[in-house]
C-alpha cells in the first residue's frame, strides 16, 4: 500500500504550505512510504484528487485544498482530519495501516480488543483440577470451624467486653493534656500582643524624634532670621 500525498508546489496560500510541510515531515519522522503528487503543475492529478474525494467532505465551493490524503485509491481525509489522528495517536489507523508493535497506537489498540472481547484473564479454569471441596465447598468443615467460633466468644466474652471499656476509656483524652493545649494558645497570644505592642511604642519612639528635630530645625531658622534682623538694624 502507498501512501498518496496530494501537494500544491507553487502555492501562493503561507496556510497551505504549513500544512503540507506538516503531514510529509511526520510521515517522514514515522518512516513511511508514501509519494507526493503535485497538483500545481500536473493537471490529472489535479482532476484526480478533485474526482475522488468523497462529497460530503468536500468544502461548499465543492474544490478541496491541498493537501490531500489517499491510500492508494481510498480516500484518508485533509490536513484538520491528519491533524485531529495525530493528536488522538491513531495515524496508523487514520492511513489505513497496522500499528508498528510496541507503538503507543497498537499498545491503544490492544485495549481496545481487549475491552471489547473480555480479558484473556477472565477465562474459566478447568473444574476437573480444582479439588472437589474447594469448588463445591468443605460443608463438614465448615460447621466445625462456626462450632469452635462459637465457644470461643462464650468464653471470652466477657473478657473482651472489659476490654473493650477499657480501650474506650483510655480514648478519652486527659484533662491534663487540654489544659496544656489552652496555656500554649494563651503563651502565643500573649507573645503576639506583646509583639504589637513593641512595634507601636517603636512607632511612637520614630515619630517623636521626627518632632524634635522638626522642632530644633525650627529654633534654628529662627535664631538665623533674628540674627540677620539685628545686623540689618546695625547697618
Known amino acids: 500500500m502507498v501512501i498518496k500525498v ?30 507526493q503528487l503535485d497538483i500545481a503543475c500536473n493537471e490529472e492529478n489535479r482532476m484526480w484528487m478533485r474526482q475522488n474525494v468523497p462529497e ?27 491533524f485531529d489522528a495525530k493528536e488522538d495517536n491513531s495515524v496508523y489507523a487514520f492511513l489505513g495501516l497496522p500499528p508498528p508493535p510496541g507503538s503507543k497506537e497498537a499498545a491503544q489498540a490492544d485495549k481496545e480488543h481487549i475491552v471489547q472481547n473480555g ?37 471470652g466474652g466477657e473478657a473482651g467486653d472489659e476490654a473493650t471499656e477499657g480501650e474506650t476509656a483510655g480514648d478519652e483524652p486527659p484533662a491534663a493534656e487540654e489544659g496544656e493545649e489552652e496555656a500554649v494558645e494563651e503563651t502565643d497570644e500573649q507573645a503576639q500582643a506583646e509583639e504589637v505592642e513593641e ?19 525650627a529654633q534654628e531658622g529662627e535664631e538665623d532670621d533674628l540674627e540677620e534682623t539685628q545686623e540689618e538694624e546695625a547697618e
Open 6 to 35: 496530494f501537494l500544491a508546489s507553487s502555492s501562493g496560500s503561507t496556510a497551505i504550505k504549513k500544512k503540507q510541510q506538516d503531514v510529509v515531515g511526520f510521515l517522514e519522522a514515522l518512516k513511511l512510504d508514501y509519494t
Open 56 to 82: 460530503e467532505k468536500k468544502p461548499t465551493n465543492g474544490i478541496p485544498l491541498p493537501p490531500q490524503i489517499f491510500n492508494e485509491e481510498s480516500y484518508c481525509g485533509d490536513y484538520d482530519t491528519f
Open 119 to 155: 480479558t484473556h484473564a477472565a477465562e474459566n479454569p478447568d473444574d476437573s483440577e480444582v479439588p472437589v471441596e474447594e469448588r463445591n465447598g468443605n460443608a463438614h468443615g465448615e460447621k466445625e470451624q462456626v462450632e469452635a467460633a462459637d465457644e470461643e466468644e462464650g468464653e
Open 199 to 217: 512595634e507601636e511604642e517603636q512607632e511612637e519612639e520614630e515619630l517623636r524624634q521626627l518632632e524634635e528635630e522638626e522642632e530644633a530645625e
